[in-house]
């Protein structure tokens, strides 16, 4: 699935997945000044914690799911225990944690940052699904009601080309 880009005019693939390599807290002098480490699926910041996961919302004409790669905060005893079963088959049917959102996605406002949800651990190889609160936040909408290809062409125009004018 393509589409011809209004910026570039270049033909463009369909993105269905973006993502933030860092809570938006992270700063990279953290780690120098031993504030903080920051991995691939996890981030620590003082005595904050942060684990990397999915925001998935239905394409309704497209039958897949767009994915935003979030961060999201969790209390010191749900970080350890998420470690603790990392590795550990049906880790899955572990219960949700409790989270704060801490990724600042484009396209949204009011801002992203602070939206309370849950994290879901996932099967070995996946990243932890993030479910919003229900409330009438624009990003949790959408999770909850789904976007069309025509919304993923808009985030995709903005995120390939930050310049343009999505209009």
């Not at 309370?116 to 909408?141: I, Y």
Request: negative net charge; glycine residues 6%; hydrophobic residues 35%.
């Amino acid at each position: 699935m393509s589409f011809r880009c209004a910026s570039c005019g270049e033909l463009h693939d369909f993105p269905f997945a973006f993502g933030s390599d860092a809570p938006a807290y992270w700063r990279p002098d953290y780690e120098a000044e031993g504030r903080g480490v920051l991995g691939a699926e996890n981030c620590e910041i003082d005595e904050h914690r942060f684990v990397r996961g999915r925001v998935c919302i239905p394409v309704v004409d497209a039958d897949t799911e767009f994915e935003w790669g979030v961060w999201v905060s969790l209390s010191e005893t749900n970080y350890e225990r998420m470690l603790e079963l990392w590795h550990t088959p049906g880790r899955e049917h572990e219960p949700a944690y409790f989270g704060w959102l801490s990724t600042d996605l484009p396209l949204y406002e009011p801002s992203t940052l602070l939206l309370k949800s849950m994290v879901k651990t996932s099967p070995l190889g996946e990243r932890p699904r993030v479910e919003l609160e229900q409330t009438e936040h624009p990003l949790a909408v959408e999770q909850r009601e789904g976007i069309r290809l025509e919304r993923v062409r808009e985030i995709a125009l903005v995120l390939l080309h930050p310049d343009a004018d999505v209009a």
